[in-house]
């Protein structure tokens, strides 16, 4: 199995809002909602593309997910998706991750040339409500079905862990009633899991099943979805005849307390192993999930990860333990169960492995079935062990197992809001000075808990269910603290504290009356490390709404300034490996404030990109793409450029500002800047090298020249403009044409100083041909690296001297104080010039009475001149000088020193006498 390595740039196409994670708490993913199953991607017929139809390379392609909820309020911030992989042309693997985040070094999904391979994953959501999908080699097609999100933005489900447990296997009749037959062509069954098995029969609204079809007579897939729907179009495992292919799904279930399976073609035998369960409403007995920033691997038997440097396969009919709990990331207690992607690798024979909780006996569940020597991923959700670890257990042979954790699920039934209201149901807003004050009181029933802390969020109310007007203000609260900004501790202890906010009513709505809702709270315990998320509906039991009569809002936004962030370098986007432009406004918005705003690009045949950003507030301060305050904030929007976007001139088509009142207004014909976008298609280089790429830097600046192969160029090229991190520069952007056919330009490398040869690293080169086309190199523009460096000489070898005399050998003591000593040295410095020294006068006893340091320079003749400090006052004697010498990289070198070396002809001596 092979591994990604991480990205030299972003993979992002398009920005959109913000996610709807906290400040802070972005690994909160909160609770539950089934969707689906919803095909979402799909490569072969441009679904989710935009309909640009074309597999999946090493670009990485992104898919907006923002809008799966239906509800622009409820933002996810993550999604499940089935994943499946087809018609590979690589033995490669397949990455999906967060937008905006370093490309995980992990991988998803395995697969060989020709193989089609479904597997689970469960990805947090880029700030922009994007996720991307990475392909290591050759291209493969990409299908992605949707089968829920997790949001706080409105109540949904917790999940509760339950199993490995099996409900279904046509083989030997479970679940079927005692009727032993595959599943046939064309055809479904249900399998009854409310009710079944420790699930409740009541408020489940998903199941957690392992799946795996056996013993298949065609080519099919098979698809999972609520009992008493229609079949949809999306798979959860597709599959070849004679085939055992396994697959985490997630399936909501249907009104009847059951799902169903779906053959395509041929027959199948099915098994269900249920992993756990959701459910709604109240008690509130499961876990809520947080991801990590990026997967870990927590186990690999190739390399002792998680063995305790044991590299040794899984052996026959045996197990090994993996702790979980208190690593990577993951708390030490109450965390129920655990989100991996467990790959095996290498087996020696066909064979199966199962993950269960650690101290249970093995079930008869599988999680991944295999061959001799394939390669084979699958997610798994475990629940994790009293001892906090899960056990991996083979069945035939060996085989080396590799797990990486993505996220995990952290329970909070403990916890409990037992009163949250504000002090009065209603107050007159319109004059711009009411404040109500928001009281609240936090349960926790473990005796083990010492301090409980969150955040709520109020929002203005929309027309309709979880529906939201204007900015998020999130306030923090922590036990036996006043937060600055969020919320005060009022009394109480970590069984039942009390906190207190004074909520300042907005004077403008885009009504006269507007209503305030707490719309999330989010519970933690910092000693049992629970969690808890209470959100929308699930809070509609309390006095969370204040109506307020407001003055309807009649300004909006002023003409924004729009800038952006390119400076010292020309505008330019190198689209292939997808990048991203940043736009800056200046914001004006007098009564209200602003909200939301939405940039509009135009393009080459009309072709328009968009990039959206938000304000919100966290204890009282404008968080995130927004700075200042609301009336008057500067903002960054993102406008994700993609690797189908047309190369040519973009400008800036209309920016749309919404306020905090939800009036929305938009802007045309702003002089912003013009970006260029360039897929390389048209002039293409290659071949960049400096030369000479070492350079003698410590007498001053040196000159070199970078040159490169150029093709496509039509009229010849015209400039070439080189882009540098560290001193270096360019004298020409009009290249020189080589009698090789390359192309080059001069620059140069500056200084050395501070002891250290100098250095620099070209990070971007653009070349424009006669006709005005454009190639960009280099991380400066996101596109395909140059790996050109320069760099100073390094020096080891220190300066010597040759031959060093004092100007004067023997005074009076009365002449000393109106003459100048100094030492006449020949110096020898062949790669750093001497440029500083030390001297030092030792009376007979060896002791320093005079010591002068400072810097020199070595003339032409190799002649340095140091000078020697006597005292006023020396008393007659004999003394002798030493000194140091100090080249430019900090090398120096001792003569008559302690330690040092001998002074070349003898001792420097220094008579003072009488008189």
């Not at 991480?6 to 809002?17: D, F, G, N, Q, W």
């Not at 969707?35 to 090493?58: A, E, F, H, I, K």
């Amino acid at each position: 199995m092979t591994t990604a390595a991480a990205p030299a740039v972003p993979e992002e196409t398009t920005a959109k809002l913000a996610g709807g994670t906290l400040p802070y708490q972005q690994d909160l993913a909160g609770a539950f909602v089934p969707s689906g199953p919803t095909r979402l991607l799909d490569t072969r017929d441009g679904t989710g593309t935009g309909g640009d139809v074309r597999p999946v390379g090493q670009s990485p392609l992104v898919l907006d997910v923002s809008e799966v909820s239906g509800n622009p309020s409820v933002r996810p911030t993550a999604v499940v998706l089935n994943v499946t992989v087809t018609n590979p042309t690589g033995d490669s693997y397949l990455a999906v991750y967060p937008t905006g985040s370093t490309r995980p070094t992990t991988s998803n999904l395995n697969f060989s040339p020709g193989q089609t391979v479904p597997n689970q994953v469960t990805v947090p959501v880029g700030s922009d409500g994007r996720v991307a999908f990475f392909n290591h080699v050759g291209t493969t097609d990409v299908v992605a079905d949707l089968a829920g999100y997790f949001t706080l933005d409105k109540a949904a489900s917790t999940f509760v862990a339950n199993g490995p447990t099996r409900l279904l296997d046509t083989r030997d009749g479970t679940g079927t009633g005692g009727v032993r037959a595959q599943v046939g062509e064309d055809a479904s069954i249900g399998l009854q899991v409310a009710g079944v098995a420790g699930v409740p029969a009541r408020n489940v609204t998903a199941v957690v099943l392992n799946v795996t079809v056996t013993g298949p007579t065609g080519e099919s897939f098979l698809t999972v979805y609520p009992s008493g729907n229609a079949v949809p179009s999306a798979s959860n495992l597709n599959f070849s005849a004679g085939q055992t292919v396994p697959n985490l799904v997630t399936v909501p279930v249907g009104a009847d307390g059951k799902v169903a399976f779906y053959n395509h073609v041929g027959s199948t035998d099915v098994v269900a192993d249920l992993a756990g369960y959701y459910v709604s409403g109240e008690p509130r007995t499961g876990g809520v999930l947080r991801t990590l920033g990026t997967p870990k691997r927590l186990l690999d038997t190739r390399d002792g990860t998680g063995t305790g440097g044991v590299k040794a396969q899984v052996g026959e009919n045996a197990s090994i333990g993996l702790q979980v709990a208190g690593v990577s990331e993951v708390p030490s207690r109450n965390v129920t169960a655990v989100v991996l992607n467990v790959t095996v690798t290498e087996p020696t024979a066909e064979s199966f492995v199962s993950v269960y909780p650690s101290g249970r006996s093995v079930p008869s569940a599988s999680n991944l079935n295999f061959s001799a020597g394939q390669t084979v991923p699958n997610l798994v959700t475990v629940p994790v062990g009293a001892d906090g670890k899960v056990a991996f257990y083979n069945h035939v042979g060996s085989t080396d197992v590799v797990a990486d954790v993505f996220g995990y699920f952290s329970a909070g039934d403990r916890l409990g809001l037992s009163a949250l209201s504000f002090s009065q149901p209603t107050v007159d807003a319109s004059t711009g000075t009411a404040a109500v004050t928001l009281t609240w009181t936090v349960t926790d029933s473990d005796p083990q808990a010492r301090q409980n802390g969150g955040t709520i969020v109020v929002r203005q109310q929309g027309d309709g269910p979880d529906t939201y007007v204007g900015q998020s203000r999130v306030v923090s609260f922590l036990q036996e603290n006043n937060v600055y900004g969020g919320a005060s501790f009022v009394s109480g202890n970590a069984a039942s504290a009390t906190y207190s906010y004074r909520f300042a009513v907005p004077r403008y709505a885009g009504a006269a009356t507007a209503k305030w809702a707490v719309s999330l709270v989010t519970l933690h315990e910092i000693q049992s490390q629970q969690r808890q998320v209470l959100a929308g509906s699930a809070l509609a039991g309390f006095g969370n709404v204040l109506t307020a009569t407001s003055q309807v809002s009649t300004a909006t936004a002023l003409q924004p300034t729009v800038s952006t962030v390119y400076t010292g370098r020309p505008a330019y986007v190198y689209a292939g490996n997808n990048a991203y432009v940043v736009y800056n406004l200046g914001i004006q918005e007098q009564q209200s404030g602003f909200w939301k705003g939405t940039v509009k690009l135009v393009g080459p045949g009309g072709a328009t990109l968009t990039g959206s950003f938000e304000n919100s507030t966290y204890d009282g301060q404008l968080y995130s793409t927004c700075q200042s305050d609301a009336n008057h904030p500067y903002c960054s929007a993102v406008v994700l450029i993609p690797s189908t976007a047309p190369a040519g001139t973009w400008s800036v088509a209309s920016v749309t500002l919404t306020n905090n009142a939800g009036q929305a207004k938009s802007f045309n014909g702003l002089n912003a800047p013009l970006i260029t976008v360039t897929s390389n298609g048209t002039v293409q280089a290659d071949g960049f090298t400096a030369t000479p790429n070492e350079l003698n830097t410590w007498t001053g600046p040196a000159p070199f020249k970078v040159s490169m192969n150029v093709r496509g160029a039509q009229g010849g090229v015209r400039s070439i403009q080189l882009f540098w991190t560290g001193p270096c520069g360019s004298s020409s952007t009009t290249p020189t044409a080589e009698p090789d056919g390359s192309y080059s330009v001069p620059a140069g490398l500056g200084q050395s100083n501070n002891g250290s040869p100098s250095g620099c690293a070209l990070t971007g080169a653009a070349i424009t041909d006669g006709a005005g086309n454009v190639a960009v190199y280099g991380s400066d523009f996101w596109a395909p690296g140059i790996g050109v460096q320069v760099r100073g000489l390094p020096n080891t070898t220190p300066p010597t001297v040759t031959s060093a005399a004092l100007n004067v050998t023997s005074i009076p003591k009365s002449q000393a104080p109106n003459r100048s000593f100094v030492v006449n040295a020949q110096v020898v410095a062949p790669v750093a010039p001497v440029n500083g020294f030390s001297s030092y006068l030792y009376d007979s006893a060896g002791t320093v009475v005079g010591q002068v340091s400072g810097g020199t320079t070595v003339g032409a003749d190799g002649k340095a001149v140091l000078s020697v400090s006597v005292p006023y006052g020396i008393a007659a004697g004999t003394y002798t000088v030493g000194f140091e010498i100090v080249d430019a990289s900090w090398l120096r070198t001792g003569y008559g020193t302690p330690g040092g070396q001998p002074v070349p002809g003898g001792p420097l001596t220094l008579e003072i006498t009488e008189g």
